[in-house]
Nanobody
């Protein structure tokens, strides 16, 4: 059984930084393609960042490009999202998702999901 748990969310001021973590137990972490998605109240869930099972391949959405960095540590079974220069528009529930092999920008491509961690940015 695969368990996905996000952590690291919080309330920060605009311009600040925050690092989210996603720890996955069960299965073989190194074989997972991983993604970060977010959902603000009343909005659709949107893609933020993704990383392939092979370290070195990653992508971020245009809305966070240059500010957010995704990385993974296979020895710790953990995916990270480093968020810099946070804006009010980054306020959302952030979700971590995983799938065996492959990766992508659509939520439908992922099999395993966490319950999310809340990030709120104030002015």
């Amino acid at each position: 059984q695969v368990h996905v748990v996000e952590s690291g969310g919080g309330l920060v001021e605009a311009g600040a930084s925050l690092t989210l973590s996603c720890t996955i137990s069960g299965g073989t972490f190194s074989s997972y393609g991983l993604g970060w998605f977010r959902q603000a109240p009343g909005q659709e869930r949107e893609f933020v960042a993704a990383m392939s099972s092979q370290i070195g391949h990653s992508m971020t959405s245009d809305s966070v490009k240059g500010r957010f960095t995704v990385s993974r540590d296979n020895s710790r079974n953990t995916l990270y999202l480093q968020m810099n220069l946070l804006k009010l528009g980054d306020t959302a529930m952030y979700y971590c998702a995983a799938r065996e092999y492959g990766w992508g920008t659509s939520a439908k491509q992922y099999t395993f999901w966490g319950r999310g961690t809340q990030d709120a940015v104030s002015s």
